[in-house]
């Protein structure tokens, strides 16, 4: 886990495959799906990756959630353990 901010974990890419923040909203039960080539360094090309790491503004970074599904147990325990298993 990166950072968590009232209901929200936010989890880096596990390996090479994974090309996705996970953004985990404990509330609503939902997984985001940000990929890491909409996050940047430069302020104005893309989500910058100091809002997204500090979850600064929630509302702006759930515009590059490019997927949104529900959240499980099974989601929650992958990503602490660098386990996945396919949807």
């Not at 909203?25 to 990929?35: A, N, P, Q, T, W």
């Amino acid at each position: 886990m990166i950072t968590t901010k009232k209901n929200y974990k936010l989890y880096a890419p596990r390996n090479s495959w994974d090309t996705n923040y996970h953004l985990l909203d404990d509330d609503k039960e939902i997984e985001y799906l940000i990929d890491v080539n909409d996050v940047t360094d430069d302020e104005d090309g893309g989500l910058f990756i100091k809002t997204l790491l500090e979850l600064k503004d929630i509302d702006e970074i759930l515009i590059y959630a490019w997927r949104i599904k529900p959240y499980t147990s099974r989601t929650y325990s992958n990503l602490c353990f660098g386990t996945f298993m396919n949807d």
